[in-house]
């Protein structure tokens, strides 16, 4: 039997999974071999000074690696998996083009990691996940697993959240719960609420239920509560949509302050608050959500694709009470059936093994030296943009139309999208979003943020390049 004494200390996983981490961490060094007998489980617990579940979740876990195998009456034993075998994922497989080459510059991205070490950690999460294969392509209940609920109550506690698991769903992403949401409150021809300047994805949603969405004037720090209150005697909404943080396309953050205000004004005519927080996790210490300041009035969501990645598909919903749980997923089944139970146990291991903050690192990183880019290129105050937003708001000037200078950066390789999409009433103003991440390198966005700073100096006669 080998004498295995770990160091709980290294790994800074949750206990159980710090166990297997190590046994991977030795078998690579070499401080354990193929064939090695690990101690007992209630031994090692003794030794470790935790609880002998602890140590038999980290033999599981370790085993559905690939790495150790359990024998009745026997023990466990180290098999290696760790190697790159069968297991896992050949180091020097090349990329598919027809893959890599995918991609939608109209969406608001976030810069993707090329880091070579943070790729393998990514991908021996994928190799862990691919243990469980065959159980994970089975049909599952909506809205995760046990594990899958504790990963989404310990992330989201890092806004400060803590809600019951009955309250928890991992959903097929934000849109299909936005849709699910504002189909239990409203109904067609009913008024919601929004920025005046919004997510499109919300004018879209509004437009498939038939809905009235009316658009709140903004200032500085958000939407303005008098006008919200004034909106709720005059046209009786039955519900606010709000993207708080970071809002896409301004990149404005409504402050603690107004977030009470708002809040007060919601409960004050009982109207529902929606919070989209897709960027919620990007700043390092951001306000508090909505969903703190009225969690009984407040429909959490805490997308996925802004802060980890969009194809994965995943968002955290928390309802603002039992006596909707029910309702939300009928509403969900019906459309979804459910979330991908592979993409939901990937993303379960990366928040428990640490990869998902590491890829929250990076795209805070790269973010803010994108933003520092922009920063020498453009003049001060000609745009608007958070230190940590993955795209400006850009006000166009000397006779540039926001259709004409979307045109002129159409084969720049970034997107740029004017202000049409982002208007829900009103004249929309000539200014377009443009966007920093996705798969664009430094040196491509440093190339056509030159290309652009030269057509912003002059009239777009003087930037004939589409002519």
């Not at 009235?212 to 919200?228: Q, R, S």
């Not at 005059?234 to 396309?249: D, G, S």
């Not at 402050?255 to 109207?271: C, F, L, M, N």
Request: proline share 9%.
């Amino acid at each position: 039997m080998k004498d295995w004494h770990p160091d709980l200390s290294r790994s800074s996983s949750p206990r159980y999974m710090a166990i297997a981490d190590l046994i991977e961490m030795d078998l690579r060094s070499g401080h354990l071999a193929i064939g090695d007998r690990l101690p007992p489980q209630r031994e090692l617990a003794k030794r470790l000074n935790v609880d002998f579940t602890t140590v038999a979740r980290g033999y599981v876990e370790a085993q559905k690696r690939g790495l150790v195998d359990s024998h009745v009456g026997r023990g466990t034993f180290v098999t290696g998996g760790a190697g790159g075998g069968s297991q896992g994922f050949a180091p020097d497989t090349a990329p598919d083009p027809r893959r890599a080459s995918v991609v939608d510059l109209s969406m608001n991205m976030p810069p993707e990691p090329d880091d070579p070490e943070l790729i393998a950690r990514m991908r021996e999460g994928m190799s862990a996940v691919a243990a469980n294969l065959v159980p994970l392509l089975r049909y599952q209940g909506f809205g995760g697993s046990g594990m899958d609920k504790e990963a989404a109550a310990a992330w989201l506690g890092r806004r400060g959240l803590k809600p019951s698991q009955e309250r928890i769903f991992v959903t097929p992403g934000a849109h299909p719960a936005l849709l699910a949401i504002f189909g239990l409150l409203a109904k067609p021809g009913d008024t919601v609420l929004s920025e005046v300047v919004t997510y499109p994805g919300m004018r879209s949603i509004a437009a498939q239920l038939r809905l009235n969405l009316a658009g709140l004037p903004m200032d500085e720090d958000g939407i303005m509560p008098d006008a919200f209150a004034r909106a709720c005697e005059r046209l009786k909404p039955k519900a606010l949509y709000l993207n708080p943080t970071l809002q896409n396309p301004t990149t404005l953050t409504i402050p603690a302050q107004r977030r009470e205000e708002i809040s007060a004004v919601a409960r004050k005519y009982q109207v529902p608050l929606v919070e989209d927080d897709a960027y919620g996790f990007i700043p390092l210490q951001g306000p508090p959500p909505l969903a703190a300041t009225a969690p009984d009035l407040t429909w959490h969501i805490g997308g996925l694709a802004k802060c980890i990645g969009a194809g994965l598909r995943l968002a955290y919903v928390v309802a603002p009470d039992t006596k909707v749980v029910w309702p939300f997923v009928s509403a969900m089944r019906a459309n979804n059936v459910m979330a991908s139970p592979l993409n939901m146990a990937l993303l379960t291991r990366w928040i428990e093994d640490g990869t998902a903050d590491a890829i929250l690192r990076f795209i805070r990183a790269e973010t803010a030296a994108r933003q520092q880019m922009v920063a020498a290129m453009l003049p001060a105050g000609s745009y608007r943009a958070d230190p940590i937003s993955f795209n400006i708001w850009l006000p166009l000037l000397n006779g540039w139309t926001r259709s004409t200078f979307a045109s002129h950066m159409h084969s720049s390789g970034i997107g740029v999208l004017a202000s049409d999409a982002f208007t829900v009433e009103g004249p929309a103003p000539e200014a377009v979003r443009v966007c920093l991440g996705g798969p664009v390198t430094r040196e491509k966005l440093q190339g056509a943020l030159e290309f652009m700073a030269h057509a912003l100096e002059g009239p777009p006669e003087m930037a004939a390049s589409f002519f």
